[in-house]
């Protein structure tokens, strides 16, 4: 029945990464109210105040708070006129992720590169420069109106980006224990999800590590597909889906009509500490995804020993899952904003390369129950 498949190692010498990318540089996502939202991010998930740009720096036009915790950076930008491409995305899609900024050693080059293998320039390289050094900065589009910019930072020693200034505040609430993006997962249309796993293999270098179809995540009810790219390090992982057929609408359906398009779904922030990290968010009012008892009842006979106890586990709504190289540990918490779209994954991994497979289908399960709370089932 599974078709899910691991690429075999391959025995041919490497071909030279034309894309060489060094992570996620940062993530910006485009919201209504960045102030509020950069106090929710702060107070729910402990990030830190960085950096800020808007009317009293010299940008007329919107407003960005950068935060901060380890290595994870989140920019929430605002338009503060209406008449802007901000204001536009923010009308068409609501809440959500914008630029998708990987760190590269040269932005120029990554643009060249991407750009002539099929690529949709977004941006040109510009050098940005303030008495701090300079920034190059590049970027493509990839599906529905999210972007990835290159971002080579090298000679560059401030604090964000050139036009940001500090952000100094007497509010910092203690960090949670999220340390890195993990993954970063795109829902696009219907017959849409081969299209971009080739722009991510012809554009950008990546491969296709693995693969599931609506054999592996399906419910009674509902389906979808989805193929895992990656860049040449591992260090940078996209998973698309898309809808497949089911009885009633399923989750990437809901997405793409509430975000009117194809964009981000969800954001996996890595902590080395799941129990702890989790137990903090939920003291902080985050939301996750309830998992019925029944999950836990033989959970460790698929899965095998693990090093934590499962009451917590269990309490707090962790799932676990195996593959061959280890074990991991995830929760997905409920959409960050009314619109049922883009929401994190906290995930812990002890080994484990994929994905949580094996919690596809209670995972489902659980969205379903939420999707007939909205009326979307
Ligand atoms: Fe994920």
């Not at 630029?99 to 932005?107: G, I």
């Not at 007497?170 to 970063?184: K, S």
């Not at 293999?201 to 592996?216: A, Q």
Request: with cysteine; glycine share 8%.
């Amino acid at each position: 029945m599974s078709s899910t498949t691991i690429q075999p190692k391959s025995n041919v010498t490497p071909v030279a990464d034309f894309l060489p990318l060094y992570g996620t540089d940062y993530v910006e996502f485009y919201v209504g109210n960045a102030k509020q939202a950069a106090h929710f991010y702060k107070t729910a998930f402990g990030f830190q105040s960085l950096a800020y740009s808007g009317p009293e720096t010299g940008n007329k036009d919107f407003a960005s708070y950068v935060i901060r915790q380890n290595k994870l950076t989140f920019v929430l930008t605002t338009p503060i006129r209406s008449d802007n491409a901000v204001a536009e995305h923010i009308r068409v899609h609501g809440d959500g992720v914008k630029f998708l900024a990987l760190k590269v050693e040269d932005a120029a080059d990554a643009w060249k590169q991407t750009t002539q293998r099929g690529g949709k320039s977004f941006k040109e390289p510009e050098t940005l420069t303030d008495p701090d050094g300079e920034v190059v900065m590049s970027g493509i589009h990839t599906y529905g109106d999210t972007v990835h910019l290159f971002i080579e930072r090298k000679n560059y020693n401030g604090i964000f980006l050139p036009g940001y200034v500090k952000w100094e505040t007497q509010y910092n609430p203690t960090e949670t224990g999220l340390q890195y993006v993990d993954h970063c997962v795109g829902n696009v249309g219907w017959n849409q999800m081969n299209p971009w796993v080739k722009f991510y293999e012809d554009v950008m270098g990546f491969k296709n590590i693995l693969s599931f179809d609506d054999n592996d995540i399906s419910t009674e009810y509902s389906a979808l597909m989805s193929k895992v790219m990656s860049n040449g390090n591992g260090y940078v992982k996209f998973p698309i889906n898309e809808p497949a057929e089911g009885k009633k609408k399923s989750q990437v359906e809901e997405y793409l009509e509430f975000y009117n398009g194809e964009g981000v779904q969800h954001v996996a922030l890595a902590t080395n500490n799941i129990i702890e990290t989790v137990t903090a968010l939920k003291n902080r009012g985050v939301e996750f995804l309830k998992i019925p008892a029944s999950y836990y009842a033989d959970v460790l006979s698929r899965v095998g020993h693990i090093d934590e106890d499962l009451e917590p586990l269990q309490e707090l709504g962790i799932l676990i899952d195996r593959d061959d190289e280890g074990y991991l540990l995830q929760i997905f918490s409920k959409p960050l904003q009314d619109r049922p779209t883009v929401f994190f994954e906290i995930i812990q991994r002890k080994g484990a390369k994929s994905f949580g497979k094996g919690n596809f289908k209670a995972l489902f399960e659980s969205l379903e129950r939420e999707q007939a709370l909205r009326g979307n089932l």
